[in-house]
């Protein structure tokens, strides 16, 4: 008895892990990627005109409800991905040099990225939306500018880009193979390339807005 107690016991813990892996991997790419798409794009405006840019963040900022719509489709799926993501990082093991295979190599990048781009994410909301918002402070293409122009928010701001944008586009081939949707080792490796090439792209794109603010 006490033997099948255990093995119930050991299935039910099992089945939460699944449930729990499967909500984080969804979490990371619904709805966070539409935030993480949104920035990109409207950020990308700044390189036509600081008119443009001006005018896309006063429209986001118009939406009715928005501070519940931050709550609910952006800072509790982030924060529910973020817990346990933190989880893996903790329970993980490095075995790169033991192992030195690609897909080794990008789980162990795909832990670092979840740091720095936890903390960029962190200080990047306080900064743009809880101090501007305590402060009665507007942002607009002049206030972003501002920023830029510190050699240290620069860097910062270049260095959570390029950790978000990897995070993201490796997070989808790893959403896309663990939810069963790319199946087979060649359908999984042109998937992984295309990944790849979105975060080259989306850390192009990001960068000339950053290059758009400096100039």
């Known amino acids: 008895m006490l033997v099948g107690a255990v093995q119930t016991d050991d299935n039910k813990l099992a089945k939460y892990h699944f449930f729990v892996r499967k909500l984080h991997s969804f979490l990371g790419v619904f709805p966070i990627s539409i935030f993480l798409i949104e920035h990109l794009i409207t950020n990308s405006l700044a390189t036509i005109s600081p008119r443009m840019f001006n005018t896309a963040v006063s429209y986001m900022q118009s939406i009715p409800y928005l501070a519940a719509i931050e709550i609910l489709f952006i800072a509790l799926p982030l924060t529910l991905h973020a817990l346990y993501g933190l989880y893996i990082v903790y329970v993980a093991e490095n075995n790169t040099f033991r192992y030195p295979y690609l897909r080794n190599w990008m789980f162990y990048l795909q832990r670092g990225s979840a ?101």
């Open 115 to 215: 740091l720095v781009t936890l903390v960029f994410i962190l200080i990047h909301v306080w900064h743009l939306r809880v101090a501007h918002s305590l402060y009665g402070l507007d942002i607009n293409f002049l206030s972003v500018q501002n920023q830029m122009a510190d050699p240290l928010w620069l860097t910062f701001y270049i260095i959570g880009l390029l950790t978000t944008t990897f995070h993201f586009a490796n997070g989808l081939w790893n959403f896309s193979v663990s939810w069963g949707i790319v199946v087979g080792e060649h359908a999984q490796n042109f998937l992984w390339k295309l990944c790849m090439l979105f975060f080259i792209f989306s850390s192009i794109l990001g960068i000339a807005a950053i290059r758009a603010f400096i100039q």
